[in-house]
């Protein structure tokens, strides 16, 4: 799990100008809904069957964390996952700290599980997620009378001391974080009473969706949600659609380069989740969707997008969670559109895993964008790409971004420090190179 973190800097993306996107494919699985299928899975009483599972670094993070906690599972294997679930007390103390890789969702989910059990978890992470604040879930967990130190400046390593009494509060988060509820939501499973967390704007749900397939009580009222500690979750069948994040590369490299036209197959459309279709579609790009179906509680449809001439936009507030880490593929749009794109209301994107508003400013700056970062977002003018070297700073997500400006760019595109791609979209290489970009790794 840490060769990734080892190989960095040693991986590089060479993109020829030139390419463009034509295909029908599937993306790899929901990296979300994967980490919540074998954290439920886990607490369930009896057998939970994945198919469609992520096998990203960061969700096998999640795996390997509950076999550490004495849970049997079966596979990876073709996406497959069978999970032996121990119930909700059945975890057992793991003998060294969980290592969580770059996974921000696994700290901060598995931080509030972890709050409500009788024994002490270590929780240590790679250098990106090591920087990551974690205040955001340890204050409010403390307030339900969880045990956790980090690092003076709220980052990991968390030693979660276990054996403490949880009550269920009442939480308005600051910030609009999906990981957040869910952290509380976990926690609030072991807490006497009820747990309510009300978010300032709508974040992703799959927590609640997926809690009820296996059969545990979710109350919402707007935007408060509830849970009680006194239910029973049951093993069950969960498939997993291909994730909206990785697909949103393909929609930016289609919708960028002449000629391109890519169905994207089985793609979750969560409502929560589909910010970057409303914004594409804003600047201009010329998107189909077929819905094709509900699975695991989960819309699921066919993408099609096709080369556009795309407008410049000031992209709405509200879109932002809804798009949330979207946004490097997004700005890759934004360079190729005619005027500007203004993002506010997005400081979030400052501590994921690097500064993805400074990072992206920076690459497209040397492939000769105007580009300019704001506390709370960036300002594009859309331009001619020019090709050049750029630096991912190990953020899978800006490397796939940068990889797909390459279809625009007049001249080749070096991104370093690619590694972590692997954390959420094994396999982009090459299902890139097969849809059309002209892609090669080094290193
Ligand atoms: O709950 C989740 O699975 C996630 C929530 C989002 O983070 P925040 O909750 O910090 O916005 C997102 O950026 C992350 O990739 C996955
Ligand atoms: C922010 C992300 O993930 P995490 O917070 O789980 O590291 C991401 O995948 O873009």
């Known amino acids: ?151 003076a400046q709220g980052t990991p390593p968390l030693h979660i001391h276990g054996g403490q009494s949880l009550q269920g509060i009442e939480y308005a988060m600051p910030v609009a974080s999906a990981q957040v509820k869910s952290s509380l939501l976990l926690a609030g499973l072991y807490a006497t009473g009820s747990t309510c967390v009300i978010e300032p704007a709508p974040t992703r749900d799959h927590t609640e969706r997926m809690l009820m397939g296996f059969g545990y009580p979710v109350e919402r009222e707007g935007a408060k949600v509830c849970v009680k500690g006194t239910g029973v979750l049951r093993g069950t069948a969960v498939e997993v659609p291909a994730d909206i994040s990785s697909a949103a590369f393909f929609m930016v490299g289609a919708a960028i380069s002449q000629g391109s036209d890519i169905l994207l197959e089985h793609v979750g459309i969560n409502p929560t989740r589909t910010g970057v279709i409303e914004i594409l579609g804003r600047m201009g790009a010329q998107i189909e969707i077929e819905e094709t179906g509900v699975v695991g509680g989960e819309p699921v449809a066919a993408i099609r997008v096709r080369a556009s001439r795309l407008q410049g936009i000031n992209i709405p507030e509200e879109l932002v969670p809804l798009a949330i880490d979207e946004f490097p593929a997004l700005f890759v749009a934004a360079a190729c559109a005619e005027g500007e794109t203004v993002l506010t209301g997005a400081e979030e994107l400052r501590v994921k895993e690097s500064d993805r508003i400074q990072v992206m400013a920076d690459g497209l700056q040397r492939l000769g964008i105007s580009a300019q970062p704001t506390p709370d977002g960036i300002i594009i003018q859309g331009g001619a790409l020019q090709g050049g070297e750029v630096h991912s700073h190990g953020d899978h997500r800006c490397a796939m971004a940068f990889a797909m400006a390459g279809l625009a760019a007049k001249d080749t595109v070096t991104v370093h420090d690619c590694a972590n791609v692997a954390t959420s979209f094994p396999g982009f290489l090459e299902l890139a190179s097969g849809a059309g970009l002209k892609i090669h790794c080094t290193g």
């Open 1 to 151: 799990m840490q060769s990734a973190e080892l190989s960095q800097d040693s991986i590089a993306f060479v993109v020829e100008p030139g390419g463009s996107l034509a295909a029908q494919l599937r993306v790899p699985g929901d990296k979300s809904i994967s980490h919540r299928a074998i954290i439920f899975g886990a607490l369930a009483e009896g057998i939970t069957e994945i198919t469609g599972f992520l096998e990203g670094e960061d969700t096998l993070a999640t795996l390997q964390a509950f076999r550490a906690l004495g849970v049997n599972i079966e596979g990876p294997e073709e996406g497959r996952v069978k999970i032996h679930g121990v119930g909700l007390q059945g975890l057992q103390a793991p003998e060294k700290p969980l290592y969580l890789g770059n996974s921000g969702t696994s700290m901060r989910l598995l931080a509030g599980l972890f709050a409500g059990q009788p024994f002490d978890i270590t929780l240590v992470g790679d250098r990106s997620l090591s920087c990551r604040p974690m205040g955001r879930v340890c204050d409010p967990l403390a307030q339900m009378g969880a045990l956790i130190e980090a690092t």
